[in-house]
C-alpha cells in the first residue's frame, strides 16, 4: 500500500509558474514508477507526464512539454511537478499517482493522492 499526498496547489497569475509535491508514505517508493494527471470541471481526467522509477526517461503530454518538469528524490520519498508559462487552461485538480509497472500515460496507476487545486487566472 502507497499512500500518497499533494501540496503546492492554488491561484497563480496566467505566465506564473508552481511547483506542486507528493510525498509518499513507503519506504520502497524507489520502486514505483509516478506520474501526474489532472482533471478540469466537467472534463475526462487527463496525463500530465510521468517518470520512471529510477528518475529516467520522463514524458509529458503534448499540451504541457517544454513548461512542466517532473523529477523525483527517491532518498525522500517525494516527487514534484515544477509548472511554468502557466495558462487559464491548466486550471485542474492535479493527481499524484504511482505504479510499479505502469510507466506511461495509461489511467491505470493503483494508488493515487487525493488531489490538489491549481487555478490559473487569466
Known amino acids: 500500500q502507497v499512500q500518497l499526498v499533494e501540496s503546492g496547489g492554488g491561484l497563480v497569475p496566467a505566465g506564473g509558474s508552481l511547483r506542486l509535491s507528493c510525498a509518499a508514505s513507503?519506504?520502497?517508493?524507489?520502486?514505483?514508477?509516478m506520474a501526474w494527471f489532472r482533471q478540469a470541471p466537467g472534463k475526462e481526467r487527463e496525463f500530465v507526464g510521468a517518470?520512471?522509477?529510477?528518475?529516467?526517461?520522463?514524458s509529458y503530454a503534448d499540451s504541457v512539454k517544454g513548461r512542466f518538469t517532473i523529477s523525483r528524490d527517491n532518498a525522500k520519498n517525494t516527487g514534484d511537478l515544477q509548472m511554468n508559462r502557466l495558462k487559464p487552461e491548466d486550471t485542474a485538480v492535479y493527481y499524484c499517482?504511482?505504479?510499479?509497472?505502469?510507466?506511461?500515460?495509461?489511467?491505470?496507476?493503483?494508488?493515487w493522492g487525493q488531489g490538489t487545486q491549481v487555478t490559473v487566472s487569466s
Open positions: 499517482t504511482a505504479d510499479l509497472v505502469n510507466d506511461g500515460k495509461r489511467s491505470t496507476y493503483k494508488y
Open positions: 513507503r519506504r520502497t517508493f524507489d520502486t514505483y514508477n
Open positions: 517518470i520512471r522509477w529510477n528518475g529516467g526517461s520522463a
